[in-house]
């Protein structure tokens, strides 16, 4: 069994200040999008859950459900075409 001493020497060994890195920053930069649309389509499933949805509100929520795919979309392409780099012949 480890002292305490040694597991606090292991666990101040590396700082935390508490704030995201600046490719956490930039990795939530690119996801914003897909992170808005997701938002958005909770905001109208929320509006609907005490009562019928109406025909107006199942549009919305089919809008908001293309949004998300769509940016999913977007974001899943931006990775693919970062991982490959040189594209295709």
Not at 12 to 35: H, K, Q, V, W, Y
Not at 47 to 56: A, F, G, K, V, W
């Amino acid at each position: 069994m480890k002292s305490i001493a040694v597991l606090q020497a292991m666990v101040a060994a590396t700082p935390f200040d508490g704030e995201p890195s600046n490719a956490e920053l930039d990795a939530i930069e690119r996801e914003m999008p897909a992170i808005l649309a997701d938002v958005d389509l909770l905001d109208a499933q929320i509006m609907t859950i005490d009562r019928t949805p109406t025909e107006l509100d199942q549009q919305r929520i089919r809008r908001a459900r293309r949004r998300v795919l769509a940016a999913r979309r977007d974001l899943a392409n931006r990775a693919a075409n970062l991982a490959v780099p040189g594209g295709a012949a």
